[in-house]
């Protein structure tokens, strides 16, 4: 910035006057901290003038529990967190609802949990100070399999092995007992430096192949706390559900959070208000015809002869269908002699692709050299043979595609040697002919073995191809001959905004690709190439030239699809072994489903996308590409707990199907139930599970019809309109970006197929998985923490500021035990301070004595207060700093980055009044101005360490809760004067340093002494620019324009 005249003589009399009449004991000070870029974690600590006395961390984590405890109990006793709609003839005062997915009640929560919970916490909380009715209630999910799964696994290790049970791993021979010793030995002789320190990973033992890796139930109930002599209770799934839940909840009111628990419930048909709910929700989705019923793909075990569901599997527990088109690339006749037992028949290569949309730029197929490949007989279009790996012939057959269902006996078998050089007839691309190459990186494991070739679009594709064209041995090796290669090259179709046409090829020439070997640096490039191409990519070429690729993608696969030059084909996402030891495969199999995907459906759904608040632009564009891709979903089970489907009894609604618009359910359950959470008991309505009927939740959540037959009274039926009225839509979801695939696009499905536009969500926020310590969490590995233990570890608001600070959006976040460690540090020394100045400035009351009473305080520098206007420099400086932290914190909360608003509102504001302790050490702090500090404060900090807050608002002699407070109003900011106050403190580190550089040279380097002292020091200050600068800043000053401030 230009400095001014008025500037210049301002910064000469406090630097003359005021720094240099005090220069030596500035400089002699350990460094404030010079804080130019630097980010939080180097942010200098709020060094108290006065500390406790010195103590362990544990003593300090002890003194916030005990208060952290009886602040809890203060809520729960005043109900702090139940939130009711007004009252009719009230004023209806703004309102927020934020949501989170309920867990599944097999175990407690852990930090990844809590994690995403805070989020949602952390934004209530907010919206509270706001003024708003603020409503965050929590559910607890039971539907589906593993419960049961789990349950039945269970009882039969109880009949195998007995109570406590006795594991063939536990009984170990004399040679196991050895080889354990010498694994542990090598362990700690530090053989594991071939992997991450400190985690050792040996060889799979004798006693681990005993098992087979198994996980053993009991153990893992053992691990989630459960006694022994409960664990057998477990057996029943029904214990499960009534277990569980209760630890979850007071592990959740342990830190705080801002729950609402009335409004809580388990799901399944054991709780049976939930369950009325659900019959009516599919009842309501059947009548819209959103529920077909018809041949779906399964995962299946051809040995057993039917669905192999999670609770039947020895591995590939939640492995799903994954959907491939397979494109028909038709031999040219004459067939070479190794398949001349196809003569006759029409025979493609049937290439699996999940981009049907780049076959504009076929240049040839790959196959694996030395890989085993068969001629199958289909039953399309009058017995076409499909060449293809054998499993991927069993797949398909059971999925109606081989000549007879689950019979796939090949006509003939093949190298994959035997078929490079075969020519080929492509579908939409340029070229009248291909040929089959090799790759040696094809895989038997996915797919049909047979892999289409499109390097102007594909990097691996492009630069195997080039590995072909410039190496003459290569070729010669798998006897390719130079017209099979040479004349073919990449094909433009597809144009990417910085990556041009050929998105391939220039990627490779970004990253210096070189080889085909590049495993890792072709990774990054494929991930480059296909997620720009989809988001961004426009068609040059074909009909639908012109078109976004992400919209022409379903156009071209159908077209392909329905002209006979491709069909769908389904095998599993992963490896999926039953639990008779079969692989299994997947199969049509007739399921009740959802006709997700369905087009004005899905218009809808992403009409009402449009309209919702993602907070981040990635979330929007994984939501897009979910509402593409996600079509028919199964919503029937035959095994597990949940609600029967009202017209199928024998089928159960899977979980993903009955968690979609329970957000509703939320603003009536306190009324119908009362937080007993199984529906047991009546709520204060007195209404009964029978009584809750079709029409009754029709006409409550979709203005259908009054049910004028009911037995509910009407005052009562009218209450909970009223809540659900003034309650609905959701506010915000919080959840992991893992559900975006699923779960949270089927919520947006849902609600357009079954409420008005007004009831649509209108905000969904979603964040990333969470590491501890940099590392993935892990029971296995030992890196775990549960949410109990992180309370008890680091107290709840030593635990939240840390999750806070661990970061945001879609990218994984972080919790370090260090920052939360050094957060206890910092709030135990900021409510001594606290105790401290408000002492001084003569403020008595219980909280104060209370916390004076507990610690020891060791004097230090005195606390000297002014009374009067705060109308210095300093002052002034000060009070911009506390308006701009209360805009910043505002902003950052405002876009749900909590990382932000702890830097803005914690770690920048403290180190504002570190300054201003400084500054004014000599006279005086101003009274009103910190006590205004300690207020802001306090509630910039609320929704983030609420105990801590809600104390110093107590001991500011405060009356209610600081939870509802109001957000400050921010005064002017004086930019100036804070420049000013930045340049005072730039200067100051100056001088610090170059007294330290002179200090060093006076005493010498063989000096043992204290440092020399200064007597005296020049300042030498300029009154000009140099004559460049001056230059430089006036022709800056001619172009810039006032108006537009560019």
């Avoid at 010079?34 to 961390?57: D, L, T």
């Avoid at 049970?165 to 040679?175: I, L, S």
């Avoid at 595609?401 to 075969?422: C, H, N, V, Y």
């Avoid at 579908?427 to 892999?451: D, Q």
Wanted: charged share 25%.
């Amino acid at each position: 910035h230009r400095p001014t005249v008025n500037m210049k003589s301002h910064l000469l009399w406090y630097l003359i006057n005021y720094y240099l009449g005090t220069l030596t004991s500035l400089l002699v000070r350990p460094t404030e901290g010079h804080q130019g870029g630097k980010g939080m974690s180097e942010s200098s600590s709020s060094s108290s003038s006065s500390s406790s006395a010195a103590a362990p961390a544990t003593g300090k984590r002890a003194f916030l529990r005990k208060i952290e405890v009886a602040i809890q109990k203060e809520w729960e006793d005043n109900k702090v967190f139940e939130e009711n709609a007004p009252a009719p003839g009230e004023e209806a005062p703004p309102k927020y609802f934020a949501t989170f997915p309920y867990p599944y009640m097999n175990g407690r929560l852990h930090l990844g949990h809590t994690f995403t919970v805070s989020k949602a916490d952390f934004a209530t909380g907010y919206q509270r100070l706001r003024g708003k009715r603020a409503l965050f209630p929590f559910g607890f999910h039971c539907t589906g399999m593993p419960i049961k799964a789990a349950s039945d696994k269970l009882k039969l290790e109880i009949q195998n092995y007995g109570v406590p049970p006795v594991f063939p791993e536990d009984t170990k021979t004399a040679e196991e007992l050895a080889e354990e010793a010498r694994e542990k030995e090598e362990a700690q002789k530090g053989k594991a430096s071939e992997v991450e320190v400190g985690v050792f990973k040996s060889k799979k033992s004798k006693v681990a192949a005993k098992t087979g890796g198994i996980v053993r139930n009991w153990r893992i109930l053992q691990s989630n706390g459960v006694p022994d002599d409960l664990i057998p209770h477990f057996a029943e799934s029904e214990y499960w559900l009534s277990y569980f839940p209760p630890y979850c909840k007071t592990d959740l009111q342990s830190m705080g959070a801002g729950i609402d628990w009335r409004r809580s419930f388990i799901t399944t048909d054991k709780n049976p208000y939930y369950d009325a709910f659900v019959r009516w929700q599919f009842e309501k989705l059947l009548a819209a015809d959103k529920v077909k019923f018809g041949k779906r793909h399964t995962v299946f075990s051809p040995f057993d002869g039917q669905p192999c569901m999670d609770h039947d599997r020895a591995d590939g527990e939640g492995v799903g269908p994954q959907e491939y088109t397979l494109v028909k690339m038709q031999v040219q006749e004459p067939f070479p002699t190794a398949l001349a037992a196809l003569a006759g028949h029409h025979v493609y290569l049937v290439a699996g692709t999940l981009r049907p949309e780049t076959m504009y730029g076929q240049t040839n197929c790959w196959v694996l050299p030395e890989g085993r490949y068969g001629a199958y007989e289909s039953r399309l279009n009058n017995g076409e043979l499909y060449i293809c790996t054998e499993r991927c012939a069993r797949n398909m057959a059971f999925q109606e595609i081989t000549k007879e269902d689950g019979k796939f006996p090949p006509i003939a078998t093949f190298s994959g040697q035997d078929l490079i050089g075969l020519p080929l007839s492509a579908p939409l691309t340029s070229y009248k002919t291909v040929y089959v190459l090799p790759m040696l990186t094809v895989s038997e494991e996915k797919g049909t073995g047979i892999v289409t070739s499109v390097p102007s679009d594909s990097p691996a594709d492009f630069r195997a191809l080039q590995d072909l064209k410039e190496k003459a041995p290569l070729r010669a090796k798998f006897q390719v001959k130079d017209e099979w290669v040479l004349p073919f090259e990449p094909v433009p179709i597809i144009n990417i905004p910085g990556l041009g046409n050929l998105s391939a090829p220039q990627t490779c020439a970004d990253l210096k690709i070189k080889s085909q070997n590049d495993a890792k640096l072709l990774d990054q490039a494929k991930d480059i190439c296909y997620t720009k191409g989809f988001y961004e990519g426009e068609m040059i070429v074909g009909p639908l030239k012109g078109t976004k690729v992400k919209d022409a993608k379903d156009m071209i696969r159908h077209e392909l699809i329905t002209s006979g030059q491709a069909f769908v084909y389904a095998e599993p996402a992963d490896k999926v072994v039953s639990r008779s030891g079969d692989i299994c495969v997947i199969a049509l199999v007739d399921q009740w489903y959802l006709n997700y995907g369905e087009p004005v459906w899905r218009a809808q759904a992403e009409e009402c996308l449009k309209g919702m608040e993602t907070y981040t632009q990635e979330t929007r564009d994984q939501f897009e590409i979910a509402l593409k891709n996600i079509h028919q979903w199964a919503c029937s089970r035959t095994y597990g707990l949940g609600t029967r489907i009202p017209w199928a009894q024998e089928y159960l609604v899977e979980s993903l199907s009955d968690s979609t618009i329970y957000m509703a359910y939320y603003a009536v359950a306190h009324l119908l139930q009362g937080g007993v959470i199984d529906g047991s008991q009546p709520g204060p309505l007195g209404i009964t599970p029978e009584q809750m009927t079709s029409p009754v939740w029709e006409w409550l959540f979709c203005n259908g019809a009054y049910p004028a037959d009911s037995a509910i009274p009407r005052a009562s039926l009218e209450k909970m309109k009223q809540e659900f009225e003034y309650w609905y839509p959701v506010d915000v979801r919080v959840s992991g970006r893992d559900l975006i695939q699923n779960h949270l696009t089927f919520w947006i499905y849902n609600h357009v197929a079954l409420f008005g536009k007004d009831k649509h969500p209108k905000g969904v926020r979603t964040n990333g998985f969470m590491l501890l310590n940099s590392r993935k969490m892990s029971k296995k590995d030992g890196n775990f923490v549960t949410l109990h233990d992180g309370v008890e570890k680091y107290s709840a608001d030593g635990m939240r500021f840390a999750l806070a600070n661990a970061g945001d959006g879609l990218e994984d976040a972080n919790f370090e035990e260090s920052v939360a460690d050094n957060a206890i540090l910092r709030l135990h020394t900021q409510m001594i301070w606290t105790l401290e100045v408000i002492q001084a400035s003569g403020v008595k009351n219980a909280a104060t004595e209370a916390i004076a009473a507990a610690v020891t305080i060791i004097k230090g520098e005195q606390i000297n207060l002014v009374e009067g206007p705060a109308d210095t420099f300093h002052d002034r400086v000060f009070e911009s700093e506390i308006n701009k932290a209360i805009k910043l914190t505002e902003e950052a909360y405002e876009r749900t980055q909590f990382r932000d608003a702890l830097k803005s509102g914690f770690f920048d504001f403290q180190n504002a009044r570190d300054h201003y302790r400084t500054v004014t050490e000599g006279a005086g702090m101003n009274k009103g101005l910190i006590l205004r500090f300690i207020e802001v404060q306090a509630i910039l900090i609320t929704p983030i360490c609420p105990h801590f807050a809600e104390q110093v608002w107590k001991m500011l002699g405060k009356s209610g809760s600081v939870l509802h407070a109001r957000w400050p109003v921010a005064g002017p900011v004086d930019e100036l004067a804070l420049r000013e106050s930045e340049y005072l403190k730039d200067s100051v580190y100056n001088f610090r340093t170059k007294l330290g550089v002179w200090q060093k040279a006076k005493a010498g380097k063989k000096s043992t002494g204290p440092p020399p002292k200064a007597t005296e020091a020049t300042i030498n200050v300029s009154t000009s620019f140099p004559e460049w600068q001056r230059v430089t800043l006036d022709y800056l000053n001619e172009q810039y324009d006032e108006g537009s401030r560019d």
